[in-house]
């Protein structure tokens, strides 16, 4: 019995997820495959019940849970809290404490939405990269930290760089390994001419790269990656960086993409992850049923193939996205030009159930 958590949270976060839960479903049950669903309150909801941004109970679900579903945290409504209490807290203590330390962002382009990325066609077209994300150290969770009166009415705001070679020795592992699967190509990006702890991160992931010969390893500095990741998007195989880096870097790539509405994730430690559309709450447009749930429906294929072993399932769900936006169906963030089918939240998410259920009947009739 596969036991998954779904934790919806704040703003779209709560319309996406239900669309991820019901081509979920929809995929396990027609395949007969047994599991259980159970829910939480994460983010500002939760800190709305509970004044915290997520509970001992919660986060219980999640430790115990085989893969977690996640929507997405945060409004304007909880951002003058204390940092601690935040939406954003929750995440941040759901991927520490379960040590998911491994980000996976891929960053695809389809052909069908070339024009809804503001980036010229000929820059983006062919572009399929995947940003490997160290996700549970660095910067966001360096020690000390914190805001400390200095006197004379001066205040001092401290956060800490730090990396050890042993953070650094596992998610270079995981970045070599899944580039045999693709282009056989690693970017390791750093800061190495200015900040000590990335010198490290340089050399920790030569030292790494030794156990794998096949695989062509080159360095950046995350300055002229930005510039290139524009310039040249089509260069990129698999990128591996720090924490703040990745997620500088996979907010900019997904422009090259078109619409962030599109980017699925995966946080990884070993099978366990936590899987979530790479867009945040988006409070301006929640509750309308504009929100593209494709990036969360993504996320289930990830989720089938990095927890589960289902390559296939996963496959066939990809296919599927693929042939609704073949389709024309669209919501408002990759609407192109005219001609093309205007949908809802829900619409597109039943559009994908459709396309499922001629996937998988295809297959029974080859039975035959
Ligand atoms: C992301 C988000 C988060 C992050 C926020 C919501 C804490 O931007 O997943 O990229 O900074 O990691
Ligand atoms: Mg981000």
């Known amino acids: 019995m596969i036991k998954l958590a779904l934790f919806s949270g704040d703003g779209i976060g709560k319309e996406v997820a239900g669309e991820a839960e019901k ?28 004044k915290k941004p997520i509970t001992d109970e919660v986060l219980k679900i999640a430790k115990e849970a085989d893969a977690i ?17 935040r939406p954003e807290k929750a995440l941040l203590t759901l991927r520490y404490d379960l040590e998911l330390y491994a980000n996976l962002r891929p960053v695809k382009v389809y052909k069908e939405l070339i024009d809804a990325s503001p980036l010229k066609a000929g820059v983006v077209s062919g572009t399929d990269m995947l940003i490997v994300r160290e996700l549970t150290g660095g910067i966001y969770f360096g020690t000390p930290r914190g805001v400390s009166d200095i006197g004379n009415g001066n205040k001092k705001g401290i956060n800490t760089l730090s990396y050890t070679t042993k953070e650094i020795e596992r998610i270079a592992k995981i970045a070599f390994e899944i580039s045999k699967k693709r282009k056989k190509r690693v970017l390791s990006v750093d800061k190495a001419n200015v900040l000590e702890a990335t010198e490290l991160w ?15 390893l080159s360095d950046m500095y995350i300055d002229n990656c930005s510039m290139q990741l ?30 962030i509405g599109m980017l699925p ?35 289930v294929a990830m989720m089938l193939r990095y927890s589960f072993d289902m390559d296939n399932l996963a496959g066939d769900l990809e296919r599927a996205v693929e042939n609704v936006i073949k389709q024309g169906y669209r919501t408002q963030d990759i609407m192109t030009g005219s001609g093309l089918k ?25 039975e035959v």
């Open 23 to 50: 081509v979920l479903r929809f995929i396990f049950d027609v395949n007969s495959i047994g599991y259980e669903i159970e829910g939480g309150l994460v983010g500002g909801v939760s800190y709305d019940a509970y």
């Open 69 to 85: 579903i996640f929507g997405a945290v945060g409004g304007p409504k909880w951002e003058t809290l204390p940092i601690e209490l």
């Open 202 to 216: 340089r050399n920790v992931v030569h030292d790494v790269s030794k156990n794998y010969p096949d695989v062509e």
């Open 230 to 259: 524009i310039k040249q998007p089509r260069s990129f195989d698999v990128i591996v960086t720090t924490n703040m880096f990745g997620d500088i870097l996979s907010d900019e790539a997904s422009m090259i993409s078109g619409s």
């Open 265 to 299: 994730s995966a946080s990884l430690n070993g099978k366990k992850g936590m899987y979530e559309p790479i867009h945040g709450s988006a409070p301006d447009i929640a509750g309308q049923g504009k929100a593209n749930p494709l990036a969360a429906i993504l996320s």
């Open 342 to 366: 205007p949908v809802s939240t829900s619409k597109m998410g039943d559009a994908v159930l459709h396309e499922l259920k001629n996937i998988f009947k295809s297959y029974e009739k080859n």
